[in-house]
């Protein structure tokens, strides 16, 4: 089955792509990918990408032990740990396992995608709020089956298209009205 995931932007581009982490960051809340299309300190219209993974998208848990490759991922860590870093426990990953670890572990990405793993879910916290949520850490372009641009305006998401329209009204509108003030 196909899932749905939200990119949210306040920056405009014609489609997504990997940061230079190797990362497109997804939630499976709209509301979260609005949060960050527009965050306070931004001007203009926000962004928010629908995008659908194809059903065989391989996608992995890092809080998941029981899956094969976030158990080698924590077995590799823990022989890190063997040269003085310290070792993990199983609760330690576990309440570790967010966007960090990937960020600040960067081998742990070409690890996954090396496992042919489509993305991995992380526990996520926006920076500007509470909001407290999973994220999706997608490393393959290549999962995606479709996707949509829409536009955030005041609290709510409109595709192009919508606004597009709205336009069109309004264009018609003004023009009726000034052939109306010509004749009074």
């Known amino acids: 089955m196909a899932q749905v995931y939200y990119h949210g932007t306040s920056k405009d581009f014609e489609k997504p792509k990997l940061n230079a982490l190797g990362i497109l960051w997804l939630a499976p809340n709209p509301k979260v990918a609005q949060e ?8 203009g ?15 992995a848990n890092l809080r998941d032990l029981s899956h094969p490759a976030v158990r080698a991922a924590f077995n590799m860590m823990n022989e ?6 310290g070792a993990w426990s199983e609760e330690s990953w576990e ?3 967010d966007f960090g670890m990937l960020e600040y572990r960067r ?7 090396s496992k042919r793993i489509d993305g991995l879910v992380v526990q996520d916290t926006l920076s500007t709020t509470p909001l407290k949520h999973e994220s999706l850490a997608l ?5 995606i089956e479709s996707m949509e641009r829409k536009v955030v305006e005041r609290g709510q998401v409109r595709t ?3 606004i597009e329209k709205d336009i069109q009204e309004w264009k018609q ?8 003030l010509r004749h009074v």
């Open 36 to 43: 960050y299309a527009t965050p306070h300190w931004a001007k």
């Open 45 to 59: 219209p926000g962004y928010v990408w629908e995008i659908l993974l194809k059903s065989a998208s391989k996608i």
């Open 80 to 85: 890190q740990a063997r040269m003085g870093m």
């Open 95 to 97: 309440t570790q396992a």
């Open 107 to 113: 081998w742990m990405i070409g690890f996954f995608k």
């Open 139 to 143: 490393l393959r372009l290549a999962a």
């Open 160 to 162: 192009l298209g919508e």
């Open 173 to 180: 509108a003004s023009l009726v009205a000034r052939r109306y």
